[in-house]
């Protein structure tokens, strides 16, 4: 498998957030967002997709389905309402392969009832600093980018070695880029349908220009998606909304949980939206 996945936080009393987390990150990264989620009443399932899924689909996939199969087993017993968090690449690195099993529209190793299972209990998404575009520079855009080595100002010879690595890999995969930025963002559209959305992001974003945040909010609300786009004029790439604009980040996202509060288990253990 290429790539992990643990319980940062476990036996919240409302639901499960899954939290694909950004290239490079670390538990202690992570940790303020968990802790926020956890204070809402949420538990947390952190998955971290290694560099190389965003050019192997094959390797994503296998990753998506372990962690749906972590999810079939605490759904079991008792349905609870289920969050998806994407930061960064965690969409490609993973979590765009989870909603395909969803959906049905590539095989794993469970049921399609189990799968639809966990579907009917994905009641709302967050995006931070995400969806990063699919394009064929996307190795080396990554792989420079001070988020994924750990530096403001890398040594010139470690930029180098970098994007040497990361250029190759672009050229090797040119031919199946576009093939797989369509599916990718053809599979986000279809999120449409899971509940509200709440999306962060910086018009000064590089990596995550704000000109594709906000086409790709547009075209969910265009779907009938509930939108809540927050936008800063300037605030660094990917876990760093939430430490420079605490305030309103913890506001947007208790925001976003209080309107799942609605969306909850019936008696006969199923999910239905509250009337």
């Known amino acids: 498998m290429w790539g992990r996945f643990y319980w940062g936080t476990k036996g919240a009393e409302v639901g499960i957030v899954v939290v694909f987390a950004w290239l490079s ?7 303020p967002y968990l802790d926020l989620y956890y204070s809402l009443g949420w538990s947390s399932l952190v998955c971290h997709a290694d560099f190389l899924t965003l050019f192997f689909p094959e390797k ?4 998506a389905d372990s962690i749906l199969k972590e999810l079939v087993k605490e759904i079991k017993s008792s349905t609870l309402p289920i969050v998806f ?8 690195g993973c979590m ?3 909603i395909q099993l969803i959906e049905g529209k590539c095989a794993g190793q469970l049921s399609k009832d189990e799968y639809r ?3 009917d209990c994905l009641c709302g998404q967050i995006y931070d600093s995400t969806p990063v575009d699919f394009t064929s520079d996307l190795g080396t855009r990554f792989v420079l980018h001070p988020s994924v080595l750990k530096m403001s100002s890398p040594p010139r010879v470690v930029s180098w070695m970098a994007k040497a690595f990361a250029s190759g890999l672009d050229a090797l995969f040119i031919n199946r880029f576009e093939a797989q ?8 559209y279809s999120s449409a349908n899971f509940g509200p959305i709440t999306i962060f992001c910086s018009e000064d974003d590089k990596l995550a220009p704000y000109s594709v945040v906000s086409n790709f909010a547009q075209r969910l609300q265009e779907q009938g998606a509930d939108v809540n786009l927050v936008k800063w004029n300037s605030s660094p790439h990917v876990g760093e909304h ?13 925001s976003f949980f209080e309107r799942l509060l609605w ?10 939206f509250r009337t």
């Open 263 to 272: 969306f909850l288990p019936t008696e006969d253990n199923t999910m239905a």
């Open 25 to 31: 990150s670390e538990e202690r990264h992570l940790k």
């Open 85 to 92: 968090a994407a930061f960064s690449g965690g969409p490609k």
């Open 117 to 119: 299972s966990v579907g």
């Open 96 to 98: 765009y392969k989870v």
């Open 60 to 63: 994503a996939t296998s990753l």
């Open 242 to 254: 939430y430490k420079y604009h605490p305030d309103e980040y913890e506001a947007a996202v208790t």
């Open 181 to 188: 930025r369509a599916d990718y963002w053809q599979t986000l």
